[in-house]
């Protein structure tokens, strides 16, 4: 069956720690792969998106990673900061019929302490 | 400042009432898409619409119903709301796959 599955458990990590969220999918070939920020009671906000033939991407402190042979994705903060505490959504981005439409993972609640 | 906006951000409605929730945005996008957000269950695509009157189910479409009469609106309807469908429902857009999606700020539903 198809999946999508990020750490089921909520993330804590001291500030200024590299914070690793992980996705990993199964019977899935998706084109891209993209990851959300999600505050409480707030719409998802784009964060980054990487190709199927990129290893990694940088955006400021954000890294992506994507390997389709083990069908995952990493998603790395640098020296976080309390700031970052939200909910970290990935999603494969599946091409279908005329358009596209996103598969989202369940998400991984990261909370940065002080 | 692109902008997905929603009709109403909390939403409390009977039983078997029709329900209507807009999305308007305004940035020229082909790409409409209409998810619910459950706790545990993450989002959940209902139906999406890749151009204007075109409309193509998602995973969950049963008891709801869409209409894209113009380019920049895509409503959402609830022929007849049920407890069950009480939820976060959020809409987005984009200019197709390869971009991102752009998010309203959701309409917290809740059916008595």
């Known amino acids: 069956s198809q999946k999508i599955e990020q750490n089921s458990e909520a993330l804590n990590i001291q500030e200024g720690k590299t914070a690793t969220l992980t996705c990993n999918y199964t019977n899935y070939s998706p084109a891209y792969l993209q990851w959300y920020r999600q505050d409480p009671g707030r719409g998802p906000v784009f964060l980054l998106l990487?190709?199927?033939?990129?290893k990694e991407k940088r955006k400021e402190r954000l890294k992506v990673t994507f390997d389709t042979t083990l069908k995952q994705s990493l998603f790395h903060i640098t020296a976080s900061q309390p700031a970052d505490s939200a909910t970290y959504l990935c999603a494969l981005d599946m091409i279908y019929n005329q358009g596209g439409k996103l598969i989202f993972g369940q998400g991984t609640e990261l909370s940065v302490k002080p | 400042d692109v902008k997905v906006t929603q009709s109403s951000r909390y939403l409390v409605k009977r039983t078997g009432e029709k329900v209507f929730l807009e999305c308007v945005q305004d940035?020229?996008?082909?790409?409409m898409f209409w998810y619910r957000q459950d706790p545990g269950l993450g989002l959940r695509l209902i139906y999406f619409?890749?151009?204007?009157?075109?409309?193509e189910k998602g995973d969950i479409p049963e008891g709801y119903s869409v209409s894209r009469e113009k380019k920049e609106r895509f409503s959402l309807i609830l022929e007849s709301a049920s407890t069950n469908q009480t939820s976060m429902y959020l809409c987005a857009s984009s200019s197709g796959t390869g971009f991102e999606q752009y998010f309203g700020p959701g309409t917290r539903l809740t059916v008595t």
């Open positions: 619409s890749y151009d204007v009157k075109m409309k």
């Open positions: 990487i190709r199927e033939n990129e």
């Open positions: 940035m020229d996008h082909e790409n």
